[in-house]
């Protein structure tokens, strides 16, 4: 499969070596595509860089994994032609950092989710791989693993594909429902945050225990 990248930082190439490890060919899209020559270079044959609407055209599924205050704009140089119709996995969090440490700058009646939804409306965005770090995206290694990745989404076939990729990655997926549902793993994102901070670890996830 061909998968379209929309960021380049630490999360997008983590993901990036992830779908790369299972043999589809990858296209991260960036303002500045040659800062990414050596990650590219490195990655092999598989991986390239480009524009955000270099990789939005590329991608037959795409990968929303963009900071948030740049996410609206990096999405109209994308183009909502070239997403419209497609999956998007969006694993960003509305994050603010005016104040110092992250807070939520979306919440309780809408989500970072649902407006990324609103800004694509021909486009299946599913929310997924927000309430882990990047190091443990992919083949998490826990004691008392493997944990579980929530999912939100209108599109159950777009749902279908993103538990695929859950599945590919070592993560069993929760579908908690429609996009709405992305105004608690946002949140959820923040407990993770906030836990790690005080404890200085970042090798932390979550598990739906059932009786």
Same mark, same amino acid.
């Given at each position: 499969m061909k998968i379209g990248i929309l960021g380049s930082g630490a999360v997008a190439q983590a993901l990036a070596k992830g779908f790369l490890g299972r043999g589809d060919a990858v296209k991260l899209g960036t303002r500045s595509p040659d800062k990414l020559a050596d990650f590219v270079k490195q990655a092999g044959a598989k991986a390239?860089?480009?524009s955000f609407a270099d990789a939005a055209t590329f991608g037959e599924l795409l990968v929303l994994a963009t900071k948030w205050d740049g996410t609206e704009n990096a999405l109209k140089l994308a183009g909502p032609k070239n997403t419209a119709g497609k999956v998007v996995m969006d694993v960003t969090n509305p994050?603010?950092?005016s104040k110092g440490g992250p807070a939520l700058a979306?919440? =309780?009646s809408d989500s970072g989710g649902e407006r990324v939804q609103r800004w694509l409306p021909?486009?299946?965005v599913v929310k997924a791989f927000n309430i882990v770090g990047n190091t443990?995206?992919? =083949?998490?290694k826990l004691p008392g693993g493997? !944990?579980?990745m929530f999912i939100a989404g209108n599109d159950d076939g777009a749902k279908r594909a993103v538990t695929d990729i859950c599945k590919a990655f070592?993560? !069993?997926a929760i579908d908690l429902g429609g996009i709405e549902a992305a105004r608690y793993l946002e949140?959820?994102?923040?407990?993770w945050i906030v836990y790690g901070f005080r404890t200085n670890t970042w090798n932390h996830a979550f598990k739906l225990l059932r009786g």
């Open positions: 390239s860089a480009g994050l603010d950092f979306v919440g =309780h021909q486009a299946k443990a995206m992919v =083949h998490p493997p !944990p579980d070592g993560w !069993p949140p959820l994102a923040m407990v």
